[in-house]
T-cell receptor
Framework: KAGVTQTPRYLIKTRGQQVTLSCSPISGHRSVSWYQQTPGQGLQFLFEYFSETQRNKGNFPGRFSGRQFSNSRSEMNVSTLELGDSALYLC????????????FGNGTRLTVT | DQQVKQNSPSLSVQEGRISILNCDYTNSMFDYFLWYKKYPAEGPTFLISISSIKDKNEDGRFTVFLNKSAKHLSLHIVPSQPGDSAVYFCAASQLLNAGGTSYGKLTFGQGTILTVHP
């Protein structure tokens, strides 16, 4: 079974621009969650989508948004990029049932200059 | 407000010996706990989990212990191997209240760097 696939692996953007990251979950998984990892804050939950609906959201500004498509693939968008948005963005998928572990992709490394 | 804490930033162990990684939590609503291993430039890899109705779960060389009264869990790796050298994260999740359900939100500790020496 193929794992969680995230594209692109690396991205360099300029302050003020916007960016879209993509995630393809494990086949059959209906839940996709997004996380931000930075040296200072560690792994922080952004949001979770299940069957195309956002069912949980972390404490991030509205510049961070996402969506999920009918095939469970998900995209995350960050608008008006700031230097502090430089981070590793991780996508995780799961069946969406209780006590099911999340399986992570290798992330997209975003650098904002 | 750090709800999941890994107080040891690093741990060094000899090959073949036991590695014990510790994690404390403060939120009594957490009901599912997980351990992940992470190599640089890769995403976290799921290792083992435990639900709050159990106090121990084993999978090969990995055993997780949960002490609910102390709000403490630990990961034992026996025997430790050089390939186990990585950053280990504990994580916790809770069933949301008020009718909402969400199993995709994990709260992570800050991680412990494990180094296993040959």
């Amino acid at each position: 079974k193929a794992g969680v696939t995230q594209t692109p692996r690396y991205l360099i953007k300029t302050r003020g621009q916007q960016v879209t990251l993509s995630c393809s979950p494990i086949s059959g998984h209906r839940s996709v969650s997004w996380y931000q990892q930075t040296p200072g804050q560690g792994l922080q939950f952004l949001f979770e989508y299940f069957s195309e609906t956002q069912r949980n959201k972390g404490n991030f500004p509205g510049r961070f948004s996402g969506r999920q498509f009918s095939n469970s693939r998900s995209e995350m968008n960050v608008s008006t990029l700031e230097l502090g948005d430089s981070a590793l963005y991780l996508c995780a998928s799961s069946p969406g049932r209780r006590n099911s572990p999340l399986h992570f992709g290798n992330g997209t490394r975003l650098t904002v200059t | 407000d750090q709800q999941v804490k890994q107080n040891s930033p690093s741990l060094s162990v000899q090959e073949g010996r036991i590695s014990i990684l510790n994690c404390d939590y403060t939120n009594s609503m957490f009901d599912y706990f997980l351990w992940y291993k992470k190599y640089p430039a890769e995403g976290p890899t799921f290792l083992i989990s435990i639900s709050s109705i159990k106090d121990k779960n084993e999978d090969g060389r990995f055993t997780v212990f949960l002490n609910k009264s102390a709000k403490h869990l630990s990961l034992h790796i026996v025997p430790s191997q050089p390939g186990d050298s990585a950053v280990y994260f504990c994580a916790a999740s809770q069933l949301l209240n008020a009718g909402g359900t969400s199993y995709g939100k994990l709260t992570f500790g800050q991680g412990t760097i494990l180094t296993v020496h040959p």
